[in-house]
Each structure stands twice: as structure tokens, then as C-alpha cells.
């Protein structure tokens, strides 16, 4: 394992040299595949994501799908050193994307190279590398799972520090209009759309969830922009407001769409309802694996492909999410060479 690292480390440092923001996963798409290419993998790109394996196959053996995504945020302020010059310290590598999900990317390149040729015959194994995950792109997973057919497990890669996130909050975006009649301040005329999504407001901070995910916070829903008014003088007969409304696997997108309805008089549209909450029965052979491999599984906030993905799914990664989209992202070679070996001891539970 520790001959091997030393490669993939060296992948990783040049995968994360190429600039890969989101829509722009080009050249980054481009390296990779003729990676795989030369390690005699059969690669399908679908626009800038990577498809590795055959998933048309029509034996009856399990699919299994590991996926994790090459794009990468902008910088944020506060680099010191060029975001795209990895840097190599000891059991330190340092750059934009080496935690979230370069280290992910490179630790399923190299489970795949070992794991997929052992496990032939006992399972069909495929190796998604998707872009535009950090925008939740049309691009990205969306435009390969037509492809997949219906995989009977997907492990997503991303930072958890090597756990498993069984469970995920969905996220939704409403636009609300309330209205009202323009009047003059003055003269107390007309009736104010303020103070009707100020009812409104109340309404959706008062909003209470009987039912109790196991795994994730109740679901919630905050006012987080408002805009009305043109002149001092004019009662504003229109107010708009916006409402972040994080989902969970009781109370999925559409639920909380209809709940918040119900009680406002707003118009509220959905900018998208696609960003769905996920939660892994107990009962599914993924479950039980981690937990027989000593794995310890949770909830996640954060939002990742596993929001687009409609298969059974867990989310698994070297890393650590805090790290993520910060100044200085860094990852460990000692975390990716025990992400290795975390996911190649799943691969070889799962087909016991």
C-alpha cells in the first residue's frame, strides 16, 4: 500500500495543478482520462465527467457505483501561495480541491485499479468522476446517471474523515411575493405589504416538525432576504422575500414545500425542489457493511451529489469537510492511504 501512495500522491499534486472550477473541468477531465486510458480502463465521457466500467452489463451480479468529483470552488481570500502550486510537507499536501474531493477523486482511482480486476465475477464496479458538483450542475451527475441504470449502491467521496454520512439535509430556495395596496403614508391610506410578510414571517419561524430523523436536525426554514418599498412616503403594495429552507430524510423538499404554504398568504415559488434530502434504510446491505466493518455512521448538513443521486447511497471520504473551501485546504497522505484501505475493506464486505 505505502509503494502505491507515493504514486497516487503524485496524481493527486498534478490533478490539483490543473484549474478545475465548476463548468470549467476541461483540461482537468482531459488528465484524467488519459490516465485511466493508460491503465487500460474503458473510459466514457459524458461532457466533463469521467464514466469508468461497463454499466450496461446484464448479469445479475450488484452494481456498485463509487463517485466522487473533480471540480473545485474558486479560491477564497486568504491564500498565501498559489491556490493551484500544490505544496508537499511532510504528511502534508496542500492546495485548492486536495480535500474537497481531490484526495476522494485519487483514493477511487486507486480502489478501483485494485479492487475492480479481484472482484470480477462478484460484482460490477464503476468509477464515476463528476463535475459541477459544487453548483449542483446540469452538467454533472445529473447528465451521467441516465447511464447507470439502477446500481444497487453508490459510495460518494467526499471529506467525513473516513465515516460514513448515511443520511443528508436537502436544500430548497423559495421565492415569496406578497401583495398589498399602495397607499400614502400621510394620510394612513392603503394596506401595507410589509407588515403582510411580517405575518408571514412569523408563520414560518413558529413552523413545528412532529416526526424525528434519526440521523439529521429537524427540518427548518429562515427568511434570509426581504426587498419592498420605492419612496418613504409610499405605502409599498408588494413585498418579496426569500426563504432557505433545509429538508430532511421525514420531511422531504416537497413536504416542506406544502407546509410552508399552509401557512402563508405569500406566493411562494420554488427556485428548484431537485437538492432532496437522502436517508439509507437500516435494513440495506450498505448499512449493515459499514457498521460490520466498525464504521460509525451519521448525518450530514452539507449538501453533496448524494442530493442528486436516487440510488441508495452513502457518503465517504478522507478529509475533513471544515477544511473544505477554506484558504490553506490541505489533506494527509496518511488520510488518504487509510481512505484506500477503508474503501477497499468495503469492497471486500460488501461481496461476502
Known amino acids: 500500500m505505502m509503494s502505491g501512495i507515493t504514486t497516487y500522491t503524485d496524481l493527486l499534486m498534478e490533478m490539483i495543478s490543473i484549474p478545475a472550477e465548476s463548468r470549467h473541468e476541461q483540461q482537468r477531465a482531459g488528465f484524467l482520462e488519459t490516465y485511466l486510458r ?3 480502463f474503458e473510459v466514457t465521457r459524458i461532457h466533463n465527467n469521467l464514466l469508468v ?48 474531493a481531490g484526495a476522494s477523486v485519487i483514493c477511487m482511482i486507486a480502489t478501483y485499479e485494485q479492487m475492480a480486476p479481484s472482484l470480477r465475477g462478484q460484482m460490477n464496479l464503476l468509477l464515476v468522476i463528476s463535475a459541477e458538483e ?47 395596496v399602495a397607499g400614502h403614508a400621510a394620510r394612513n391610506e392603503g394596506e401595507n405589504a410589509i407588515y403582510n410578510a411580517v405575518e408571514d414571517i412569523r408563520s414560518i419561524t413558529g413552523l413545528k416538525f412532529d416526526m424525528r430523523s434519526e440521523w439529521l436536525p429537524d427540518p427548518g426554514a429562515q427568511v434570509t432576504m426581504i426587498e419592498a418599498g420605492t419612496k418613504h412616503n409610499v405605502v409599498p403594495d408588494v413585498c418579496r422575500y426569500v426563504v432557505d429552507v433545509r429538508s430532511n430524510d421525514r420531511y422531504d423538499n416537497n413536504a416542506m ?49 448524494m442530493a442528486l443521486i436516487p440510488f441508495p447511497s452513502i457518503k465517504l471520504g478522507p478529509g475533513d469537510s471544515a477544511r473544505s473551501h477554506t484558504a490553506g485546504e490541505y489533506i494527509l497522505k496518511s488520510e488518504m492511504e487509510a481512505g484506500i484501505e477503508r474503501y477497499c475493506l468495503l469492497l471486500n464486505n460488501l461481496k461476502a
Do not use: Y
Not at 410552508?260 to 434530502?277: D, F, G, N
Open 38 to 40: 493508460g491503465k487500460g
Open 53 to 100: 466500467g461497463d454499466p450496461g452489463k446484464k448479469d445479475a451480479l450488484p452494481s456498485i457505483v463509487l463517485n466522487s468529483h473533480m471540480d473545485t470552488v474558486p479560491p477564497s481570500e486568504g491564500w498565501v501561495k498559489d491556490p493551484w502550486t500544490p505544496c508537499l510537507e511532510g504528511d502534508k499536501i496542500t492546495g485548492l480541491g486536495s480535500n474537497d
Open 134 to 180: 459544487e453548483i449542483s450542475g446540469p452538467g454533472g451527475i445529473i447528465s451521467v446517471l441516465p447511464l447507470l441504470g439502477e446500481p444497487d449502491g453508490v459510495i460518494v467521496g467526499e471529506p467525513t474523515g473516513m465515516q460514513p454520512a448515511v443520511a443528508e439535509r436537502g436544500l430548497m430556495v423559495l421565492d415569496g411575493e406578497v401583495k398589498g
Open 257 to 305: 414545500l406544502e407546509v410552508i404554504r399552509s401557512v402563508c398568504q405569500a406566493e411562494l415559488v420554488p427556485r428548484s425542489t431537485r437538492l432532496q434530502p437522502s436517508g439509507l434504510n437500516r435494513d440495506h446491505f450498505l448499512m449493515k457493511t459499514v457498521e460490520a466493518c466498525g464504521m460509525i455512521p451519521f448525518g450530514s448538513s452539507t449538501l453533496s451529489d
